[in-house]
Nanobody, 123 residues
Framework: QVQLVESGGGLVQAGDSLRLSCAAS????????MGWLRQAPGKDREFVAG????????YYAESVKGRFTISRDNAKNTVYLQMNSLKPEDTAVYYC????????????????WGPGTQVTVSS
């Protein structure tokens, strides 16, 4: 069974950048669409970005469009999220997951969630 582990989170100031990584083990993710989602305290988990199997199609939440970039390296079994111009409202635990059905934009379509990595953006 595929296991996902996120890394790269941390405490940064508004305007800074971070690059998150999601490493997969126990199986290949090359056949799957992948997504990054986040959950802020007291809020529901929300979609951030998604990428198709070979990286040809990418999807973003309106709130991060133009600031975040999702990418993948199937040879390394890894998905990335480059986050630029970070804002305090980006503070959340960030998760990667495999899209198993439905729309990239719907959190319920994902499975095999990683444990998450905390991103905190101070103003």
């Amino acid at each position: 069974q595929v296991q996902l582990v996120e890394s790269g989170g941390g405490l940064v100031q508004a305007g800074d950048s971070l690059r998150l990584s999601c490493a997969a083990s126990g199986g290949s993710i090359s056949s799957y669409g992948m997504g990054w989602l986040r959950q802020a305290p007291g809020k529901d988990r929300e979609f951030v970005a998604g990428i198709s199997r070979y990286g040809l199609n990418r999807y973003y939440a309106e709130s991060v469009k133009g600031r975040f970039t999702i990418s993948r390296d199937n040879a390394k079994n890894t998905v990335y999220l480059q986050m630029n111009s970070l804002k305090p409202e980006d503070t959340a635990v960030y998760y990667c997951a495999i899209l198993i059905g439905g729309s990239y934009f719907t959190p319920s379509g994902y499975a095999y969630w990683g444990p998450g990595t905390q991103v905190t953006v101070s103003s």
